[in-house]
């Protein structure tokens, strides 16, 4: 797999699972819907200001996130590593604004409790029939 | 809920989502089958003596296994901070081994390769509906 191949795989996944580091030390998993936009070697996310998760990466912008597909004799898992950033700036939060995101945010794409975490790929491992490859960024 | 309700859902997943801290301190996830056996606040996990994971946490046992539902009209996500331990001793390794194993560690359940991930749970974040509670253990 090269970078275009494993972007156009994350590009079909539903879900992603993104980590954080703690103030801890401790790894924290949680489930994410998939990237609002997929740029040159970087994943857009949506979430609220207020969360843990933005806390965790204003903190410390490493970050991970996970994807996987379980076929039917077929397992794949791309793990990749990167600097998470917070985007709080409008053009930002314009250019990845849904519709319906309305509903989560009452104020609308102004709202300053919605925000983007905007994630630069670095290396990524991707596993497959029990064998890893890496994939730099 | 409480910890024998988060331990009765984990009990009906299939997948593990776990992560470790890498020696450079980013965040990894992997899928991982379910936990092997459920013990009291303890999930058991079978893994390679090799991998990147074993040497991840012998160098930092902080770890975070993340489990969840997708319903229909409910997502339900439970993170769990904890601690995690390699064993490596023949009493633990007999105690989850099953006979398909052999597949995967030719030399049967004392391969040098075969290990367990014993993980001792801390704290519970339980994500539902977009509300979270926090479950001590």
Redesign the interface.
Known sequence: MDKTEVLRFVSKRK?A?L????E????????MLAPRKIGDGELFFSTNTSSKKVRQFLA?G?????F?R?GLFK?R?V?I?GEMEVCTDQPTKDAIWRFGDKLFYKQGVTDPDYCVLKFKCKTAEV?CDLKTETVEF
Chains 1, 2 share one sequence.
């Not at 801890?24 to 489930?31: D, K, N």
Request: hydrophobic share 35%; aromatic share 22%; with cysteine.
């Open positions: 879900t699972f980590a954080s580091v703690d801890s030390g401790y790894p924290v998993v949680r489930a410390d490493k970050a991970c996130v996970y996987y379980r397992y898992g793990t590593a596993y």
